[in-house]
């Protein structure tokens, strides 16, 4: 079982990068002739580039580097090449990653209730919320398991 949740683990490297590019919404006018744009983790992040850098790096630091140091880091917990002394830390990691996403349905709530918008979510969204979820799963799994 402990291999699965290796493997579990490490397919989230895959998971991740392909949830940045997934359409997490689809946005614009509401207006009959005006179509939705994709938005995704990274159109996200571009657009965030050119108005607002402080706010590119954090989102950029929750979405993409938080997860993936957050994986890997138990990667190396569950092989055996690093203590679970550093488990906390990449718990918190995962909890920081959880933040962006409700951030972003913060936004969608936001957004339809003024009602001058059209968004609609994407599955993206929810691939991005699966592979956070999972791995706050992975690492609570690990951390009985270190116990035991």
Same mark, same amino acid.
Do not use: H
């Given at each position: ?9 490490? &397919?989230?490297?895959? !998971?991740?990068?392909?949830? @940045? ?24 992040? $571009?657009?965030?580039?050119? +108005? ?7 989102? +950029? ?15 190396? %917990? $569950? ?17 920081? !990653? ?5 951030? %972003? !349905? ?10 001058? &918008?059209? %968004?609609?979510?994407? @599955? ?17 799994? +690990?951390?009985?398991? $270190?116990?035991?």
């Amino acid at each position: 079982m402990s291999k699965l949740f290796r493997y579990l683990n490490l &397919a989230l490297l895959i !998971a991740f990068p392909i949830a @940045w590019f997934a359409p997490l919404m689809r946005a614009g006018i509401n207006l009959p002739l005006f179509g939705l744009k994709e938005v995704s983790v990274i159109s996200g992040l $571009q657009a965030l580039w050119d +108005t607002d850098v402080v706010l590119a790096l954090l989102v +950029t630091f929750f979405a993409v580097f938080a997860p993936i140091m957050k994986v890997l880091g138990l990667a190396l %917990i $569950q092989f055996g090449m690093m203590r679970r002394k550093m488990l906390p830390v990449f718990n918190i990691l995962g909890k920081l !990653a959880m933040a962006d996403i409700f951030l %972003i !349905a913060l936004y969608i709530v936001l957004v339809k209730g003024i009602g001058l &918008a059209k %968004i609609e979510t994407g @599955w993206g969204l929810y691939l991005f919320t699966a592979c956070v979820i999972t791995s706050i799963a992975l690492s609570i799994t +690990t951390a009985k398991r $270190q116990k035991a």
